[in-house]
Nanobody, 125 residues
Framework: QVQLVESGGGLVQAGASLRLSCAAS????????VGWFRQAPGKEREFVAT????????TYVDSVKGRFTISRDNTKNTVYLQMNSLKPEDTAVYYC??????????????????WGQGTQVTVSS
């Protein structure tokens, strides 16, 4: 089992920055790929970013490329999502998820076995 706890969300104005953290406990976190997903009101949850177990490979949804950066510190069992130049359309509940390697796309929710409870990010215009 892996337990995930997100933090760092909040209410900010457009153009501001936030850094989300995903703290893990349980099994060896460094073995897991980690993804960030988000769900806006009335919409389905969508992929945002993912990072390989080593941190060497990252992937982003097009809408956040150049603004968001995913990183991890396996010594701290934590994955981060640095979000710059925030836009009102980034408003959502952000979830982190962890999963062992598999054949399912890393952009898919099905790749991940463990999920956090989410943290709210609200960007005002």
């Amino acid at each position: 089992q892996v337990q995930l706890v997100e933090s760092g969300g909040g209410l900010v104005q457009a153009g501001a920055s936030l850094r989300l953290s995903c703290a893990a406990s349980g099994r060896t976190f460094s073995n897991y790929r980690v993804g960030w997903f988000r769900q806006a009101p009335g919409k389905e949850r969508e992929f945002v970013a993912t990072i390989s177990w080593s941190g060497g490979i990252t992937t982003y949804v097009d809408s956040v490329k150049g603004r968001f950066t995913i990183s991890r510190d396996n010594t701290k069992n934590t994955v981060y999502l640095q979000m710059n130049s925030l836009k009102p359309e980034d408003t959502a509940v952000y979830y982190c998820a962890a999963g062992i390697s598999g054949t399912v796309s890393a952009r898919s929710e099905g790749r991940y076995d463990y999920w956090g409870q989410g943290t709210q990010v609200t960007v005002s215009s």
